[in-house]
T-cell receptor, first 113, second 109 residues
């Protein structure tokens, strides 16, 4: 059973470009969580999704950030018009249901130049 | 505001020592507390605690939760250099997890 997969592992974007981060949950998991880890800080919750639904996006910036988890395919975290402050490691986690332990992907390290 | 505080922030010990990592929290609608070990890759799950006073154990690691005093400890006995990592505590509230900033543990040979 493959673990949570994220791609790309490293992403470099110039200011103003768009970044798309993908997360494929573990088989059988229908709940996906996105986190951001800034240098020297802990993980910060961004958004919680189930298939085709955003359950909680309270940790996500109101502008430029969006997330989806379609019926088919991976969950996508999209950052439009990236700025230097968006440089961070973005982790995705999945669980079979809410309230169960989450399993983390390897993360995508975004660098904005 | 929900918060999770871990202490100490960093710790350096020698192989064979025993360490205790602390996690205190204030989270509305507490559901569970989780411990993760983070090395250079993503955090790996260690324990999930939901009930007070019941110790969970895995090899040299153990953890316990006190829901009255709102804290948890993670113990590591007979530490090894491979235990060097950041240990994250996370508390589950409603639909989300609040993470502490972690305790950075370094075990010297």
């Amino acid at each position: 059973n493959a673990g949570v997969m994220q791609n790309p592992r490293h992403l470099v974007r110039r200011r103003g470009q768009e970044a798309r981060l993908r997360c494929s949950p573990m088989k059988g998991h229908s709940h996906v969580y996105w986190y951001r880890q800034l240098p020297e800080e802990g993980l910060k919750f961004m958004v919680y999704l189930q298939k085709e639904n955003i359950i909680d996006e309270s940790g996500m910036p109101k502008e430029r950030f969006s997330a989806e988890f379609p019926k088919e395919g991976p969950s996508i975290l999209r950052i439009q018009q990236v700025v230097r402050g968006d440089s961070a490691a973005y982790f995705c986690a999945s669980s079979p249901a809410n309230g169960y332990e989450q399993y983390f992907g390897p993360g995508t390290r975004l660098t904005v130049t | 505001e929900d918060k999770v505080v871990q202490s100490p922030l960093s710790l350096v010990v020698h192989e064979g020592d025993t360490v205790t990592l602390n996690c205190s929290y204030e989270v509305t609608n507490f559901r569970s507390l989780l411990w993760y070990k983070q090395e250079k890759k993503a955090p790996t799950f260690l324990f999930m605690l939901t009930s007070s006073g019941i110790e969970k154990k895995s090899g040299r690691l153990s953890s316990i939760l006190d829901k009255k005093e709102l804290f948890s400890i993670l113990n590591i006995t007979a530490t090894q250099t491979g235990d060097s990592a950041i240990y994250l505590c996370a508390v589950e509230g409603t639909y989300k997890y609040i993470f502490g900033t972690g305790t950075r543990l370094k075990v010297l040979a």
